[in-house]
């Protein structure tokens, strides 16, 4: 019996990459976790993440008795579902920049070929509300022109078909991301009543203000010229090993594994601990601890440090109790620095933190992409090859 775990601290940056102009300039001194830290004056303490080899890493500590290195994002931009995607095994194409205001009447025209509904419901704004139930618009919340957003009342269209008009929007649409989603307990009313025009230039529902989370919410993202078929989730699906999704990584992974889509950090770090230990069979836990990502967005250092703290406190607690032949990768996704001076997502080298009793002291470098990971764990668990990315497991065992 063998399990692997991967825990990803989600937005937990270590430096701006050497590309960082090309995208946005003025992050180019981003970085997380000194930010944080240098802010905080000793306030954050995470021992564990740095003997795990964040000390060799970014102050030249020595180095740990563990495997460690850090890896660039192949993905363009800094996103959590594209990084996600990369992770898994594969790398997103290049997308583009689309805005409602650009792109409205060849969305209507596709998708009154499909067979849609679909009308202008407030004038002047170039958004779609189709079938009376859903409403196309850009997506506030991330970087100017990445996502089309897809916001729904599941009593007027249940979730099923939420999800089918969203792929119809993927397929018209080259943007990072489509995202599909929705809720019971909000109203088409309610939504189309949260429809701003934000900077002028993004026409979208404000969707914190929409009702739309909560009990029965339910999302489906879709990236742009992404493998899902040949990634880690999938791959190990199809061959029968069990594959836990805990946290963020319900919502960003694709597999048919269980999936729990836990945001409280306190609560996750529980229902993980739980789920190892009941989990007698070889089986993959990938978990996403959101909220670092969440307070990075909030521009709150004081906050994010704190939950710094407590999973450095978890990992402490729980490494020593894993079983002999169990390995876990500790890494991000991309960075999300509180100090920059924005609440967006900044594109710095991500760590890659692996223990584990049978796990090497070797240092395993600079990785081109975090798809070496997914690569890792197919060859952990004997599986057919990820899309891309190169394995290092002989390096860490």
């Not at 599941?154 to 995202?179: C, Q, Y």
Request: a negative charge; aromatic letters at 8%.
């Amino acid at each position: 019996m063998s399990k692997m775990m991967l825990l990803v601290l989600d937005g937990f940056g270590i430096g701006a990459m050497d590309d960082c102009v090309d995208y946005v300039p003025e992050d180019c001194d981003a970085n997380t976790y000194k930010h944080i830290r240098k802010v905080k004056k000793g306030k954050l303490q995470i021992p564990t993440l740095y003997k795990l080899g964040l000390g060799a890493l970014v102050d030249q500590q020595p180095a740990p008795n563990n495997a460690y290195g850090y890896s660039k994002l192949a993905h363009h931009g800094a996103d959590t579902y594209l990084g996600h995607q990369e992770i898994a095994g594969s790398t997103p194409k290049k997308s583009n920049k689309r805005l409602m205001k650009d792109i409205h009447g060849e969305m209507k025209k596709a998708l009154e070929k499909e067979g849609y509904e679909v009308t202008y419901p407030i004038e002047s704004f170039p958004v779609l509300l189709v079938n009376g139930g859903a409403v196309i618009g850009d997506n506030l919340e991330s970087v100017v022109g990445n996502i089309i957003n897809v916001s729904a009342d599941f009593n007027k269209m249940p979730f099923e078909e939420v999800k089918k008009l969203g792929e119809v929007v993927r397929a018209n649409v080259d943007t990072t991301r489509v995202i599909a989603f929705g809720g019971p307990h909000t109203s088409i009313e309610r939504i189309l009543s949260c429809v701003i025009n934000k900077k002028e230039v993004q026409w979208g529902v404000d969707t914190p203000n929409a009702n739309v989370y909560g009990e029965g919410y339910n999302v489906h993202h879709m990236g742009y010229g992404v493998d899902i078929d040949n990634q880690f989730p999938m791959i190990a699906g199809r061959h029968g090993l069990k594959v836990h999704r805990l946290g963020k990584t319900a919502d960003v992974l694709h597999s048919k594994g269980p999936a729990d889509p836990i945001v409280n950090t306190t609560e996750l770090l529980k229902k993980v601990t739980e789920t190892y230990k009941r989990e007698k069979d070889d089986a993959a836990l990938l978990v996403n601890i959101q909220e670092t990502d969440l307070a990075g967005h909030s521009e709150d250092v004081d906050w994010y440090a704190d939950l710094l703290n407590e999973a450095d406190e978890w990992l402490k607690g729980f490494i020593p109790e894993m079983e002999e032949n169990d390995v876990i990768i500790v890494m991000a996704d991309h960075g999300n620095d509180p100090t920059i001076g924005h609440s967006n997502h900044t594109r710095e080298h991500v760590p890659i933190l692996v223990a584990g009793k049978k796990v090497k002291k070797n240092y395993i470098g600079q990785r081109d992409t975090m798809a070496d990971v997914g690569a890792t764990f197919c060859d952990f668990f004997g599986l057919p090859s990820t899309a891309e990315g190169t394995s290092f497991l002989d390096e860490i065992l």
